[in-house]
């Protein structure tokens, strides 16, 4: 059912695809206006291959390049390569089902589109000495420029496994 509705109109076109095929139910969407990101996954080329997961892609090329960053920055700055993120919003759907307080059905539904979010490495930017993120366990934070003029660089950054050795 889902399948049949048309994406752009996918939000008008919710309820009555619902109520056509539960007939009986009388279902409400809200839909959710705070779009959500979720992380890097994939690797990109320049001409649209997909070079693999963004973890793995990161650890065997680190791995090549026996765990030196400079080098890894020098490899990928003028390539082309972007990574690829999941972007999305959610929607809720609900009916009654009987005459109760707790006498409902509700649905969440979660659309996502994949985006190419930005390069693998900023050309413009040499990175400083990587520390171990905090939002991301396991992860390193190798800070990357905004491009407002905030000179707080935490909410940018590429991650690298932290298992990897820079020297």
């Avoid at 619902?18 to 990101?37: E, H, M, R």
């Avoid at 890097?40 to 026996?66: F, K, Y």
């Avoid at 390539?79 to 005459?99: L, V, Y």
């Amino acid at each position: 059912m889902l399948a049949s509705l048309e994406p752009r109109a996918a939000d008008a076109g919710l309820t009555p695809a619902l109520n056509k095929s539960f007939p009986g139910f009388a279902f409400t969407v809200a839909t959710i206006g705070d779009p959500y990101w979720r992380d890097p996954h994939a690797v990109v080329a320049a001409d649209g291959t997909r070079r693999g997961d963004h973890r793995a892609w990161v650890e065997r090329e680190l791995a090549e390049l026996g765990g030196d960053l400079a080098a890894f920055r020098i490899r990928h700055r003028q390539d082309g390569e972007k990574f690829a993120e999941w972007r999305g919003t959610s929607a809720f759907a609900f009916t009654p089902t009987g005459p109760g307080v707790a006498d409902f059905i509700q649905l969440s539904l979660g659309r996502e589109i994949e985006v190419l979010a930005g390069p693998v490495v900023d050309p413009d930017y040499r990175p400083t000495t990587p520390t171990i993120s905090s939002s991301r366990p396991g992860f390193l934070a190798i800070p990357l420029p905004r491009r407002s003029r905030s000179p707080d660089l935490s909410t940018g950054c590429v991650a690298a496994p932290a298992a990897a050795s820079f020297t």
